[in-house]
Nanobody
Framework: QVQLVESGGGLVQPGGSLRLSCAAS????????MSWYRQAPGKQRDLVAT???????NYADSVKGRFTISIDNTRNTGHLQMNSLKPEDTAVYYC?????????????WGQGTQVTVSS
């Protein structure tokens, strides 16, 4: 059973930093690609960043220059480094990944982690 488990959310002051992690488990051989989404109360879920196993990245305009997405395939883990956080970054952050396993590839979502930016 492939699972994604997120960690690293919390409360941070404006201008601060957080690092989110998304660990893939369940006979995972390789993360093919990973994306991070976020959903603020009453709003739709929006794509924040995407990375392929080859290292190609894409970012939403609102986070370019502040957020960095990465994958560590030695640990089957992805990260979202968030710097210069703003109150409008407050949301539940979800990871979504396409992973290769011994049996088949799977697309999975994490359970979400709350990020609150407030003074």
């Amino acid at each position: 059973q492939v699972q994604l488990v997120e960690s690293g959310g919390g409360l941070v002051q404006p201008g601060g930093s957080l690092r989110l992690s998304c660990a893939a488990s369940g006979s995972v051989l390789r993360i093919i690609w990973m994306s991070w989404y976020r959903q603020a109360p009453g709003k739709q879920r929006d794509l924040v960043a995407t990375i392929s196993s080859g290292g190609n990245t894409n970012y939403a305009d609102s986070v370019k220059g502040r957020f960095t997405i990465s994958i560590d395939n030695t640990r089957n883990t992805g990260h979202l480094q968030m710097n210069s956080l703003k109150p409008e970054d407050t949301a539940v952050y979800y990871c979504n990944a396409y992973v290769n396993t011994r049996l088949a590839p799977y697309n999975r979502w994490g359970q979400g982690t709350q990020v609150t930016v407030s003074s």
